[in-house]
């Protein structure tokens, strides 16, 4: 507790900041991060480019077979409604292999 509000004193002091910031470990820290930053965010985009021209992604939407359209989705809800009515007229099923317990 106290140290937290001792951390939060001295973050907020601006001329500290900026001492330390003008510091060789916090110059080369901050470097470091910089580069680590623009190597990830490009090798991110390189790997969408790769992505992109391998046609994966276009597989993947056509084998997904979720409803596109509105009468689609209509549907597949219609059938949803229809079989959890279904499975509340008739009760619970056994599973295939299990006996019921006496």
Same mark, same amino acid.
């Given at each position: 507790m106290v140290l937290g509000r001792l951390l939060q004193s001295l973050v907020n002091n601006a001329r500290l900041v900026e001492k330390l910031s003008e510091t060789q470990p916090i110059r080369q820290a901050a470097r470091i991060t910089v580069s680590l930053?623009? &190597?990830?965010?490009? $090798?991110?985009?390189e790997a /969408?480019? +790769? %992505?992109r021209r391998s046609g994966a992604v276009r597989k993947l939407w056509e084998?997904?077979?979720?409803? &596109?359209?509105?009468? $689609?989705?209509?549907?597949? /809800?219609? +059938? %949803?409604?229809?079989?959890?009515a279904r499975e509340l007229k008739e009760g619970?099923?056994?599973a295939p292999g299990h006996k019921k317990q006496k």
């Amino acid at each position: 507790m106290v140290l937290g509000r001792l951390l939060q004193s001295l973050v907020n002091n601006a001329r500290l900041v900026e001492k330390l910031s003008e510091t060789q470990p916090i110059r080369q820290a901050a470097r470091i991060t910089v580069s680590l930053a623009s &190597r990830l965010e490009l $090798g991110g985009r390189e790997a /969408a480019e +790769r %992505l992109r021209r391998s046609g994966a992604v276009r597989k993947l939407w056509e084998r997904i077979a979720l409803p &596109r359209q509105l009468g $689609g989705l209509s549907q597949w /809800a219609a +059938r %949803l409604r229809d079989s959890w009515a279904r499975e509340l007229k008739e009760g619970p099923r056994e599973a295939p292999g299990h006996k019921k317990q006496k």
